[in-house]
Nanobody, 124 residues
Framework: QMQLVESGGGLVQAGASLRLSCAASGRTFSSYAMGWFRQAPGKEREFVAAITWRGEIIYYADSVKGRFTISRDNAKNTVYLQMNSLKPDDMAVYYC?????????????????WGQGTQVTVSS
């Protein structure tokens, strides 16, 4: 089992920045591709970004390209999501996810492990 714990969410104004963190434990972190997903009230969960264990492949949803950056520190077993120029449409619960396949987590919306989520609220 892998445990994923997100942090860094909060309430910000439109145009502000936030950095989410996801700390992993229980499995070899560097063996997994990591992803971020989000779910707004009344909407389906949607993919945000994903990164391979070495960081050589990165996927982003079109809606966040140029504003969000995913990164990871394998020595700290942590993946990050830097979110800049936040919009009210970015408001959601953000979930960290891990899978052995970058294609599954980055293209198919599948993950072997999920965190509990962290709330991001953006006021206009």
């Amino acid at each position: 089992q892998m445990q994923l714990v997100e942090s860094g969410g909060g309430l910000v104004q439109a145009g502000a920045s936030l950095r989410l963190s996801c700390a992993a434990s229980g499995r070899t972190f560097s063996s997994y591709a990591m992803g971020w997903f989000r779910q707004a009230p009344g909407k389906e969960r949607e993919f945000v970004a994903a990164i391979t264990w070495r960081g050589e492949i990165i996927y982003y949803a079109d809606s966040v390209k140029g504003r969000f950056t995913i990164s990871r520190d394998n020595a700290k077993n942590t993946v990050y999501l830097q979110m800049n120029s936040l919009k009210p449409d970015d408001m959601a619960v953000y979930y960290c996810a891990a899978d052995s396949s970058i294609v599954r987590v980055g293209r198919q919306g599948h993950a072997d492990y999920w965190g509990q989520g962290t709330q991001v609220t953006v006021s206009s």
